[in-house]
Nanobody, 116 residues
C-alpha cells in the first residue's frame, strides 16, 4: 500500500520561506516521476512541480524561480523548497506520483498559509 505523508507547512509572512517534506512508503520514488500538487479553497488541485522524462523538472508558471523540487532516494522522501512566498500560494500541499493512480490514496497534505 502506497502512503504519502506530507509535513513542513505552516503560517509564514509574505516573502518568507518553507520547506515541505513528503515521506513515501510502498514504492521507490527513484523509479517514478514524483510531484507536488496544491489545492486552494474552492479551487481544483493543481500541479506545482514535478519530475519528468529526461531528467527534466516542470514548474507551474506561478512558482517558477521561487520553488524547487528535490528528492532523496535513500530516504524515499520528496522535498519542496518554497521561497518568496505570496498570499496566493496559500493552499494545502500534497505529493504524489506525477500521474496519480486511482489505487493510491492521497495523503492528508500540509497546510501552507501566507499572510501578514
Amino acid at each position: 500500500q502506497v502512503q504519502f505523508v506530507e509535513s513542513g507547512g505552516g503560517l509564514v509572512q509574505p516573502g518568507g520561506s518553507l520547506r515541505l517534506s513528503c515521506a513515501v512508503s510502498g514504492i521507490s520514488i527513484g523509479i517514478y516521476y514524483m510531484a507536488w500538487f496544491r489545492q486552494a479553497p474552492e479551487k481544483q488541485r493543481e500541479l506545482v512541480a514535478g519530475f519528468s522524462s529526461g531528467g527534466n523538472i516542470d514548474y507551474a508558471n506561478s512558482v517558477k524561480g521561487r520553488f524547487t523540487i528535490s528528492r532523496d532516494n535513500a530516504k524515499n522522501t520528496v522535498y519542496l523548497q518554497m521561497n518568496s512566498l505570496k498570499p496566493e500560494d496559500t493552499a494545502v500541499y500534497y505529493c504524489n506520483r506525477r500521474v496519480p493512480r486511482e489505487t493510491d490514496a492521497w495523503g492528508q497534505g500540509t497546510q501552507v498559509t501566507v499572510s501578514s
